[in-house]
């Protein structure tokens, strides 16, 4: 299947082929995707986007952060909260408190600690249980298409240290675990979707999580941090993935680093924090100004195949030896502005 | 031999159970840092850190960042042309011209592209051949104590997918190849050494590398750059890396991501290149201040087993599952000033 896919998509360098050059340059994982056709996009509903407005920057520019919300059957409990607290408007006037180097930048009520100060929350905000840090594939992922989808079954097949096995599924990275015993090449090949069990979506760089206390306590979701660093998969399983920053993630990641415990602002070092003006899904921003629209590469198609594909076995004329795999963080989900 | 060294590490946790504390708290890998012995550590010479001081903050503040350049048998012929670099102080005056998000930070010279205007080099630089990408363990890792070393077994039995096995030596995060076929789990327990035919450096958050053209060019080490993002695994082997950034991180990860392509800035944006005021070796910089001493903790020692075991089944009260394995790049070797 993914020789098919990827001669398909590689149609230009097999017309380089025919016209008898000796080397053609295959393409790049960037190429393919630029030449990906529009069938293979799938349009990010407005309500499922969150966009954060920070202070503007020391030069008097804008810094928006744009958030796409995981679809069902993914953190839905954690996703109705922030729906809820983004239309109390209860994120405005909050910060970024915490900036720790090579792991994540975190943002909510910096009084959240102080009860005499802290910001209350809105009313009707659930409480989500640990069970819902990962989905049973039995009744939750059935009808909705192939689960697993990877470049190729060696590297579907266990070669994780934090999953038994990972893919991709409606446009997000999971782990996934087996019914009964390991996964199987053959097991893959012939029904990846009937051996899998379980399935959680995993910390890359720039996935949005849900900050909490120690167990059993699994958070509100008012405290939100965003991965800028070495993918923490050790965090999968043990704390909700909600999201993923698909614009503005350098507004986070260059931000100036906490140097308290933990990477939090230390006040006595001066003020550090960077101001939230506002949090707001799209679809509730004023009208006057319609919001982008974005879209992201669907990774049921032939093209997302083409392109892991060429990102776990780098062609292009800057690599002398493809490594022959790719984690499944280092094959990052194409999203763009629709044009 | 990892349960021997977790204990003895880990007397603390016995010593509360002795007490008859019915839950005392495993420690947290920074814990277990925190109380190796100080025979565990193994002291930096100066003249392997490479002290890069950029133009001041906004603010005025200094930023001063440590590279650690890797001991022999790895990179020594760029090494050798980085050591003559920093005493012809050929990269004072020089840039930082490319900041790439969830990438690379690099830096030389911003007209290195420009013949006419290219900064000459120093006479007396070697060209590199791609073979020292990799070192042949059948000479040059002979002697020097175990080669594989990470928690247990099973997470060094090939379970990377970017090399059949990995692991740890003087310091540094290897990938490593077998003799003859495949990596079990028996040889590693065994002999790990003898079964080790090929080792190389690899890619994680804050290693620096040697910027190149196309292949056959290797780079001179002019040109270097430094991980600021997920592990960017599939260079290895096909780039040359040089060290790591043990101090000051931050005044790089930090900076503002560049808009041209590749991330390089776009000068017609306005010019956000940050200017390096000197790069030298500690051990050439004036001796009227002492430059301060750094030790990292050895990989060898039985502090590391228990760390990197901690690493790979979080203990410690936040976790509710320990992921029971981590990769290469989520087990950063600890490097601190020798108190």
């Not at 990972?166 to 009964?180: I, K």
Request: charge should be neutral; aromatic fraction near 8%.
């Amino acid at each position: 299947m993914l020789a098919a896919s990827a001669s398909s998509v590689l149609g230009q360098a097999s017309a380089n082929i025919a016209a008898g050059r000796a080397q053609p340059s295959p393409l790049a994982p960037s190429e393919i995707v630029a030449r990906a056709p529009k069938a293979d996009w799938t349009e990010i509903a407005q309500s499922d986007l969150l966009v954060m407005d920070l202070t503007p920057d020391a030069k008097g520019k804008p810094r928006r952060v744009v958030i796409q919300l995981m679809p069902p059957p993914f953190s839905q409990g954690w996703i109705g909260n922030i729906r809820k607290l983004a239309a109390a408007r209860w994120w405005d006037g909050t910060a970024i408190n915490r900036v720790q180097d090579n792991y994540v930048v975190q943002w909510g009520d910096p009084d959240a600690d102080d009860k005499a100060k802290a910001k209350p929350l809105p009313a009707g905000l659930v409480t989500v249980p640990e069970s819902e840090y990962t989905v049973q594939a039995d009744h939750t992922l059935s009808g909705m298409g192939p689960v697993v989808h990877e470049p190729d079954v060696r590297q579907i097949s266990g070669i994780d240290r934090y999953a038994p096995a990972t893919g991709f599924a409606w446009g997000w990275p999971l782990g996934l675990e087996r019914r009964h015993g390991r996964f199987s090449a053959r097991d893959l090949k012939r029904d990846p979707q009937s051996n899998v069990s379980l399935a959680w979506p995993v910390h890359c760089y720039g996935m949005v999580g849900v900050g909490r206390d120690l167990s059993p306590n699994t958070g509100t979701g008012a405290e939100l941090y965003t991965v800028i660093g070495h993918a923490p998969r050790h965090l999968d399983r043990n704390i909700a993935l909600v999201g993923r920053v698909i614009e503005g993630i350098e507004f986070l990641s260059s931000l100036p680093r906490g140097h308290g415990a933990l990477g939090f602002y230390d006040l006595a070092q001066g003020d550090e924090r960077t101001g939230i003006v506002s949090i707001r899904l799209a679809s509730e921003m004023p009208t006057d100004k319609p919001f982008p629209a974005y879209e992201y590469l669907s990774t049921e198609s032939q093209s997302f195949a083409a392109y892991a594909d060429a990102r776990a076995n780098r062609r292009d004329d800057f690599f002398i030896r493809p490594a022959g795999g790719a984690d499944v963080c280092n094959i990052p989900v194409p999203v763009r502005r629709v044009k």
